[in-house]
């Protein structure tokens, strides 16, 4: 409870402080989070490579660890080094985090920057793109199917009706803005789209997207 409290202070300190990335009010909810992870809750047996973006104060950092094992890895990226001072504090502190330390490493970097060895079967991203210049967008979204292998699942959250509402009442440079980011995030969405689902216990509420490495790896659309 104190530490909810103390991580929703944290995250709405950084929505004052840097808006444009944090992008939120308030860390995401356990129903969000459940659907980001989905995925990975249905991972076979065999250890698997999973990277976490923009975990913020962890919620869904929350959901993942207990679903990994001894022998996977897991990495996680993220740009403020407030979140990341949390982060780490909970790797020292919390029972379930300490058991996955020895396999997860976080990394205070853009992901943009961010180059492993190996690819990921799991890609789980908060990062708020509608918050992004587009070339950004292009380059991040270029970035997750690059860090993905080709039978792996991206899963990232999109506030809802955000982008549709932007694209008619702005104008000027936010309209081509908003549209651009629509254009590229809808185009990768129709090829890769494995699943959509609707969270709207969160604030605000939101699609989850679940997208497959290859192209039309699926298609069906639920939620
Ligand atoms: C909307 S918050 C999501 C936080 C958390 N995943 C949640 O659901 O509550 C976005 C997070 O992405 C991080 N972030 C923004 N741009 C980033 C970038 N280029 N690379 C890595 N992390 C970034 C922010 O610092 C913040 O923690």
Not at 45 to 51: E, I, K, M, N, Y
Not at 136 to 150: E, G, M, Q, R
Not at 151 to 172: A, H, N, Q, W
Request: charge should be neutral; include cysteine; hydrophobic fraction near 40%.
């Amino acid at each position: 409870m104190f530490r909810t409290i103390s991580n929703n202070l944290a995250f709405f300190r950084q929505f004052r402080q840097r808006f444009e990335t944090t992008g939120a009010i308030a860390p995401s909810s356990q129903f969000l989070a459940r659907s980001m992870t989905r995925f990975l809750a249905k991972r076979g047996s065999g250890a698997v490579r999973v990277l976490e973006i923009g975990p913020g104060t962890g919620p869904v950092t929350q959901q993942i660890i207990p679903l990994l094992k001894a022998g996977d890895r897991f990495d996680i990226v993220e740009l403020n080094e407030s979140f990341v001072e949390i982060l780490n504090a909970r790797f020292q502190q919390d029972e379930a985090w300490m058991e996955a330390a020895h396999f997860s490493e976080i990394h205070q970097l853009p992901i943009q920057e961010f180059q492993p060895d190996e690819k990921y079967d799991f890609v789980i991203s908060g990062l708020p793109l509608n918050n992004f210049p587009a070339d950004l967008v292009d380059s991040i979204a270029n970035t997750y199917f690059k860090l993905l292998k080709p039978d792996g699942v991206l899963s990232y959250f999109e506030y809802m009706y955000v982008r549709p509402i932007r694209k008619v009442v702005t104008r000027g440079d936010e309209k081509i803005r908003i549209t651009r980011i629509d254009d590229t995030m809808q185009g990768h969405c129709d090829r890769h789209r494995i699943q959509r689902d609707k969270i709207w216990i969160n604030i605000p509420p939101a699609w989850i997207q679940h997208l497959g490495g290859s192209p039309g790896e699926g298609g069906g659309v639920a939620g």
